[in-house]
């Protein structure tokens, strides 16, 4: 089914003014949810005998709406508050995934989220669970991940003057989400759509419930008619969509859940298309909402036609082939300063879909930018003239449309200036030692093109952001909005969960593999067969180095060693500890054959640290 969208022109001088653009071919989006691969489902029994699984309470109008959505996996954490809904997900086919500590549920979540491209659910109980599942939250939320958070609570009889265990959710979760709400029987089917749409509309993030223990059970939307929150509000359309129940509550109607239409609006006064096509030396830095809006054939389309040099972001790794000759490298890792240079020495920067969430430097550079993205340019990290808003994948059509004139760069300058990046992050490398960027290197040459990769956070993350090359969208995981340690490992079990079929693999450092190195006791019970690689060098390295900057001794940042082989060992997992490039190549060989029935596998890689030293 097509559609033609005219683009859209806001000036100042002309507020209503809608000049017609070009029109864009577009494509009719649905939920996004047809076309997404099944997930296998685990037959979880039915348990017709729990009461909160009845029809028509809080907790199944939930677990309905949520496998409406496509979900079949719940992070969450137990606790006395969540059991009706532990069991009413059971009862729907959603397999309820513990882990050791809540922030890795909330991380599970989030890599769900970033794996799919659909919400991902994280659940903890009242007061430790939900002050516990914080991180993991704000993590969701600054990596813009459309995570759904619930937390039981107290019954609401107590809930306005009991103390013990009792935090004030609302309060708490309202600064590192979008949206955080009671959900409460008599409008519990609003507020679960609410939710959803909050979650996954431009810029995704976290949205947090709280429901009191009581709650669950009851009978959901049974709000006034008209009000929209129950069946009356609902009648209307509630048999043509999704799971009804006519005498099991609210039918399921599904918000839509994807991330911007396909049309664009234009902001500023004059004419963008001008401005582009008297651009010299462009440069396009593409982001997270490029990959969010699927728009890599663009970008290559683009990057060819106008040859015009593309950097990413670490989270939108793997949005534009790695491979490709106009690929420039990825923004603030490794070898930062010769990205900087080439943004600072461009004409104009495009911004697909960048999001400043992303930057460690701070904005120091003049070039003019055109910024285009799913929102407008509200952050004014950097100041822009004219604002393209819409479905990236369209706004770069758009523009490709348009484009006239010669390629901008030759593929030589491109390769030039790759040539220089690489020299950057080797610099400081040690023959005959096993390098932090040796480690990256082998262990991609080890990985198929699809696999997944999730990096925790420290120097580990910023040399594989940049040396990891990605072919796929979806498939680097890299925390780089709240960048909070401790993700590494719980990401990498989900997106294992989630992707059976393809190898899954962790790069973390030792001080965030010893706040998660538990997790694996849990990947092994599940039977998912992750890699980890703990770049261990004995100190929290990001910071050392810091200290050392800063003309201050190491103080808490050595750490002791552990032998990890052996911690692996008594989890039910591998584990290997390696010296050297040939030890690492030879325990990461059959990476791709680690398939169901595989023990996880643990690799201490003892490296030489030396490397990062002359590198940041
Ligand atoms: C939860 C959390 N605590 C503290 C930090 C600050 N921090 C950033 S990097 C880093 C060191 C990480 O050490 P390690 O995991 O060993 O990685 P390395 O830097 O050695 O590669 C620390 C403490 C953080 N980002 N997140
Ligand atoms: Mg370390």
């Known amino acids: 089914m097509g559609m033609d969208v005219q683009a859209r022109l806001v000036t100042p001088g002309d507020p209503a003014g809608r000049k017609p653009g070009a029109s864009v071919a577009t494509r009719f989006i649905p939920n996004g949810l047809w076309c997404l691969p099944q997930v296998s489902c685990v037959d979880n029994g039915v348990m017709s005998q729990d009461s909160s699984a009845a029809d028509g309470s809080v907790a199944e109008l939930l677990a309905r709406y949520l496998h409406d959505a496509g979900l079949r996996h719940v ?121 959803l749409r909050t979650a ?81 030396r462009p440069v396009i830095l593409a982001g997270p909402a490029a990959l969010r809006c699927g728009a890599g054939p663009e970008l290559v389309r683009l990057a060819e036609l106008a040859g015009i040099p593309v950097v990413v972001s670490p989270m939108a790794k793997g949005v534009f082939p790695e491979d490709h000759p106009y690929f420039a490298g990825v923004l603030d890792m490794t070898g930062r300063r010769v990205v900087w240079d080439l943004l600072a020495g461009a004409g104009l920067i495009l911004t697909a879909g960048f999001d400043p969430v992303e930057l460690i430097s701070p904005w120091s550079i003049a070039t003019p930018v055109m910024h285009l993205d799913t929102t407008p340019n509200t952050d004014q990290v950097y100041p822009s003239e004219h604002e393209l808003v819409g479905h990236v994948g369209a706004i770069l059509g758009w523009i490709a449309a348009h484009w006239s004139g010669e390629p901008r760069w030759a593929p030589a300058e491109v390769a030039a200036h790759r040539a220089r990046l690489r020299e950057a992050w080797l610099a400081g490398r040690a023959d005959g030692r096993l390098n932090p960027s040796d480690v990256v290197t082998i262990a991609r040459e080890a990985a198929p093109p699809d696999a997944i990769m999730t990096t925790d956070v420290g120097s580990h993350k910023i040399m594989a952001g940049q040396v990891w090359q990605a072919s796929e969208p979806r498939s680097v995981l890299i925390p780089n909005g709240l960048s909070a340690m401790g993700f590494g490992v719980p990401a990498a079990i989900a997106a ?25 006791r849990i990947a092994a019970a599940l039977g998912v067969p992750v890699t980890v690689v703990v770049f261990a060098d004995n100190s929290l390295n990001r910071i050392e180095l810091r200290q050392q900057a800063m003309g201050y001794p190491p103080t808490s940042t050595r750490i002791p060693g552990t032998d990890l082989a052996a911690l692996a060992e008594a989890m039910d997992c591998d584990g290997v500890r390696v010296e050297d490039a040939a030890g690492l190549e030879k325990a990461l060989a059959g990476l791709d054959d680690r398939s169901a029935g595989s023990r996880p596998l643990v690799i201490e890689a003892r490296i030489d640290p030396a490397q990062y030293e002359a590198q940041f």
């Open 200 to 280: 996954t509309a431009e810029r995704p993030g976290a949205v947090h419930l709280t429901v009191t223990t009581d709650t669950w059970a009851r009978p959901a939307g049974v709000a006034p008619a008209g009000a929209g929150t129950g069946p009356a509000g609902a009648a209307g359309s509630a048999a043509a969509a999704g799971s009804a129940g006519a005498a099991g509550g609210p039918a399921v109607l599904l918000p839509p859940l994807t991330p911007a239409a396909e049309s664009l609006d234009v902001y500023g006064g004059g004419d963008p298309l001008r401005v582009l096509r008297a651009a010299r």
């Open 496 to 520: 294992k969960l989630i992707r059976p079929d393809r190898p899954v693999i962790a790069l973390v450092g030792d001080g965030g593999f010893a706040m998660t190195a538990t997790e694996m």
């Open 75 to 195: 992070f969450g954490y137990p606790g006395e508050s969540v059991i009706d809904f532990m069991a009413a997900a059971r009862h729907r086919g959603i397999e309820v995934v513990s882990a050791v500590r809540e922030t890795s549920v909330a991380f599970m979540a989030e890599a769900a989220a970033l794996v799919t491209g659909r919400p991902g659910v994280c659940m903890s109980t009242l007061g430790p669970g939900s002050t516990a599942l914080l991180n993991g939250v704000a993590g969701a939320n600054l990596d813009r991940a459309p995570v759904l958070a619930i937390s039981g609570q107290i019954e609401s009889s107590r809930e306005q003057f009991f103390t013990h265990q009792v935090i004030d959710h609302g309060r708490m979760f309202a600064p590192v989400t979008k949206l955080a709400l009671r959900l409460e029987a008599v409008s519990a089917e609003v507020v679960i759509r609410r939710a």
